[in-house]
């Protein structure tokens, strides 16, 4: 007699909305899976992703030549920014694999970054080599998500909490309680960064954004 299989059934019976938020660091990212519904979110992964090349130590500051100087070796900065964007996209790749498998169905994304200055308007050479790699961190992952059909949102770390309290009509104090019992739901770290990534997932939950509409 037709009908599915038992696994094929068992991926539809597991099948449900999630959203992963990062928090884009130097060379990694914190990432946090949720789920729903949006009014009681569940936390179903914590993890941290390489964004640059562990055995390439440079590439976690790609712009940074020896003494924290600004780098301006083209080949140099080539090099590891090609290694970055492969990583990036490896990563994002097993991640989304790695979800997929287990039933959640993804389709958008938060990040959190740390700011958005261009970095042409900085006159420090240091402040300025921060400032291209937080651009290429985040530039790498929003392309790796969104080659993957991942709309994608950006949020400032200094107002994500703000944007997430309007976004899901909730207390800052009931948005920033939620987000630290989370810790109760997982074995890895909960710190700053992995808070920021919640809420990046949280916002991404109560949030209906397009493939590659990047905003601000």
């Known amino acids: 007699m037709g009908g599915y299989d038992s696994c094929h059934i068992s991926k539809q019976v597991k099948a449900e909305t999630a959203a992963p938020g990062f928090r884009v660091k130097s060379g990694w990212a914190a990432v ?3 789920t729903g519904p949006i ?3 569940a936390l179903r992964d914590n993890r941290m992703i390489d964004l640059s090349d562990p055995r390439v130590p440079e590439t976690r500051q790609p712009y940074h030549a020896t003494f924290g100087q600004l780098e301006t070796d083209a080949k140099k900065i080539n090099r590891r920014t090609d290694i970055v964007h492969r990583i990036t996209k490896q990563s994002i790749t097993d991640l989304l694999a790695d979800y997929r498998q287990k ?6 994304a938060s ?3 740390g ?4 970095p042409a308007s ?10 291209l790699e937080g651009r290429l961190f985040r530039s790498a992952l929003e392309q790796a998500l969104n080659a993957n059909g991942i709309g994608t949102f950006i949020l400032q770390e200094r107002d994500a909490y703000a944007k997430a309290v309007a976004q899901l009509k909730r207390s800052y104090d009931d948005v920033r309680r939620t987000i630290q019992n989370f810790a109760r739901s997982t074995d890895g770290p909960w710190r ?3 808070k920021l990534a919640a809420l990046a997932a949280w916002f991404s939950l109560g949030h209906n954004f397009a493939l590659g509409a990047i905003k601000r």
């Open 32 to 34: 946090v899976l949720l």
């Open 111 to 113: 990040l959190v970054i």
């Open 122 to 131: 900085i006159a420090n050479p240091h402040i300025r080599a921060h400032a």
């Open 103 to 108: 039933g959640y169905s993804i389709t958008r």
């Open 115 to 118: 700011s958005q200055l261009d």
């Open 39 to 41: 009014g009681s979110p």
């Open 192 to 194: 700053a960064e992995q």
